[in-house]
C-alpha cells in the first residue's frame, strides 16, 4: 500500500496527538454532522430503502463468491471493446505497469480523476519516481496535493481543512504547480472554485495521458463506471488520447440490472443527493469518441487474501461511500489520519489490516479503533457488519502474540485455571493480600483501567464461603 504514511505512529498515539487539535475537531465536527444529517433525510424518502440494501449484499455476496468467472468475462468484454487488460498482483506490479504505459506515449505528466485504489497503491509518488507529473484534478484532492498534505476521508480528502486555510493553500502553493490564484482570492467558496477551474482547465486541456479508477465494472459488457460530482473526472475520461484506469477486483458487478442497485445507493448514501450529477460510463474504445487507446489494470493487492477470510471478506462489498466514516465516533474526534492509511474511518479499520496484514504496530491497532457502538453497521448501504469484522481481527492480533507481558498474564492465567488446587490458593491469596492491590494497572494493562475500576477482590473466595454454608 502507499508509503504515503509510512512512519505514521500507532492508531492510539496518532489518536492522541489528532483530539489536542481544536481546529481540526471542529472542522471535522461541522463536516460530519452536516453530511449525516443530509444523509439521513435523503435515505429517508426511499421507501424500500432496506430492500435496495438487501439486494446491494446480496448482489456483492454472489459476486464475490464467483469472482473468477466474473473477472475472466469481464477481461473479454473489455478486450472485445478494444480495450487492454493487465494484471496486477501487487501495488509495485501496478505502478510498474503505469509507469510503462505512461512512458510508452513519450508524455511526463497525466491528469488525474480521484481515486482510491491509485492512493493505495502510491501511484503518484510511483509516477514522480518515473519522472512523471500526477495532476489531481477533484477539487479536494487538488487541495491535499497543492498543501503537500494527505487525505482524511474517503469522499472529502480535505475535510480536515476549512475555507480559510484552503483560501491560503490555493494563494502560496497554485503557482508552483501551474497557473497562479487569482490576484485577491477570498475564501467565498465560489470564488474558491473558480480559482481551482482556471488552474485545472489548462491541464485538461493539454493532457494527452489520465488516469482513473472506477466505482464499478460490468462484466457482461465489459464497462466503466465513474460516480463524481465536479465533472473534472468527465474532462479526463474524454479529452485525452489515453486513458489508463486502475482497479480493484472487488469492483466488479455481473449485469447492468445489477448497476441499478448501486447507483441508487451510492449518492444517496455519500452525498446525500437522490441522483449523482457525473455518471461517467464507457466500454473500451470508440473511434472519434473520447480516448483512442483504454488499458485497464486489474489490481488484487491483498485483496484474495481477504476474500479467503470467512468474516473478513465482507470489507470487499464496500462502495466508498464514506457514511460509515460520517457516524463514527471515533473518527468525527481522531480525524482520517491518525488510521495511517489511505482507508481511514471504520472501514479502515477494517480494510487495511486486511490488505495489508497486522505485523506492524499500525496495522495491529486498527481493528481497535472503535467503541463497537455498531453505527457504521446501521448506515452502510450494502449492510457490512463492521464491528463483526473487527472483533475478528482483534482476535487475529491477540493470537499474533500481542504485549509480552499481556502474553505472560495469559500464561499464568492458563496454567492455574487449569490446576483447581493452584487456582484455590491463588483464590486465597489473594483475598488475604487485597488490601494492597492496586486501583490501577501498571504497564500496558493502563490504558485499561484509565476509564474502569478493577473489580474487588472479596475477603473470602466463593468456594471457601460455599464449603462453610453449604456442605
Ligand atoms: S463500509 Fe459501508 S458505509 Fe463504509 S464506506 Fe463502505 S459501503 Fe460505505
Not at 471542529?26 to 444529517?37: G, P, S, W
Not at 465489459?222 to 473534472?232: A, P
Not at 468525527?332 to 491518525?338: M, P, Q
Not at 504496530?361 to 486498527?366: E, I, R, T
Request: aromatic share 6%; glycine share 8%.
Amino acid at each position: 500500500m502507499s508509503d504515503t504514511f509510512l512512519g505514521m505512529p500507532a492508531f492510539p498515539q496518532a489518536a492522541a496527538r489528532a483530539v489536542r487539535d481544536g481546529q481540526l475537531r471542529a472542522n471535522l465536527r461541522h463536516a460530519t454532522h452536516t453530511i449525516r444529517d443530509k444523509r439521513a433525510r435523503a435515505v429517508a424518502e426511499l421507501p424500500d430503502w432496506a430492500e435496495l440494501r438487501s439486494a446491494g449484499k446480496a448482489i456483492k455476496d454472489h459476486t464475490l463468491r464467483h469472482l473468477d468467472r466474473y473477472l475472466v468475462q469481464l477481461e473479454e468484454a473489455v478486450t472485445a471493446a478494444g480495450g487492454t487488460v493487465h494484471w496486477a498482483a501487487d501495488a509495485e506490479e501496478a505502478n510498474r505497469i503505469v509507469a510503462g504505459l505512461v512512458h510508452a506515449t513519450r508524455t511526463t505528466e497525466v491528469v488525474k480523476v480521484k481515486s482510491m485504489a491509485t492512493q493505495e497503491i502510491g501511484l503518484n509518488e510511483a509516477l514522480a519516481a518515473e519522472g512523471i507529473t500526477a495532476y489531481e484534478t477533484d477539487l479536494a484532492e487538488l487541495i491535499v496535493q497543492l498543501g503537500e498534505d494527505r487525505p482524511s476521508h474517503i469522499l472529502v480528502p480535505a475535510i480536515h481543512r476549512n475555507r480559510a486555510e484552503i483560501r491560503e493553500i490555493f494563494a502560496d502553493r497554485m503557482a508552483s504547480w501551474g497557473r497562479p490564484a487569482p490576484e485577491g482570492l477570498t475564501d467565498s467558496p465560489a470564488e474558491l472554485a473558480e480559482a481551482a477551474r482556471l488552474h485545472l482547465r489548462e491541464k485538461f486541456l493539454r493532457a494527452e495521458v489520465a488516469v482513473s479508477g472506477a466505482n464499478f465494472m460490468v462484466a457482461e459488457t465489459g464497462t466503466l463506471v465513474v460516480v463524481e460530482s465536479e465533472g473534472n473526472g468527465r474532462m479526463c475520461l474524454t479529452l485525452p488520447r489515453t486513458l489508463i484506469s486502475v482497479v480493484g477486483i472487488e469492483k466488479v458487478v455481473p449485469t447492468w440490472r445489477d448497476l441499478e442497485v448501486f447507483l441508487q445507493v451510492l449518492p444517496r448514501s455519500s452525498t446525500a443527493e437522490r441522483m449523482n450529477p457525473y455518471t461517467s460510463l464507457w466500454t473500451g474504445t470508440t473511434r472519434g469518441d473520447g480516448p483512442s487507446e483504454f488499458h485497464l489494470v486489474l489490481l488484487d493487492n491483498g485483496r484474495t487474501a481477504a476474500l479467503a477470510d470467512q468474516v473478513g471478506r465482507q470489507a470487499l462489498r464496500c462502495i466508498r461511500c464514506s457514511a460509515c466514516l460520517n457516524v463514527c465516533p471515533v473518527y468525527e474526534r481522531a480525524g482520517g489520519h491518525a488510521y495511517g492509511s489511505v482507508y481511514p474511518g471504520p472501514i479502515g479499520a477494517v480494510l487495511t489490516p486486511q490488505l495489508r496484514g497486522t505485523a506492524s504496530p499500525v496495522d495491529a491497532s486498527l481493528p481497535y479503533a472503535s467503541s463497537l457502538c455498531g453505527a457504521c453497521y446501521e448506515v452502510c448501504p450494502v449492510a457490512i457488519d463492521i464491528p463483526e469484522v473487527l472483533v475478528h481481527l482483534r482476535e487475529r492480533v491477540a493470537e499474533q502474540g500481542g504485549h509480552p507481558v499481556e502474553r505472560a498474564a495469559v500464561a499464568a492465567a492458563g496454567y492455574v485455571l487449569d490446576r483447581p488446587a493452584a487456582l484455590a490458593a491463588a483464590e486465597r491469596l489473594a483475598g488475604r493480600t487485597r488490601a494492597l492491590h492496586p486501583r490501577r494497572l501498571p504497564g500496558p494493562g493502563r490504558a485499561w483501567t484509565d476509564s474502569r475500576d478493577l473489580p474487588e477482590v472479596p475477603a473470602e473466595p466463593f468456594r471457601d464461603w460455599w464449603r462453610r454454608n453449604r456442605t
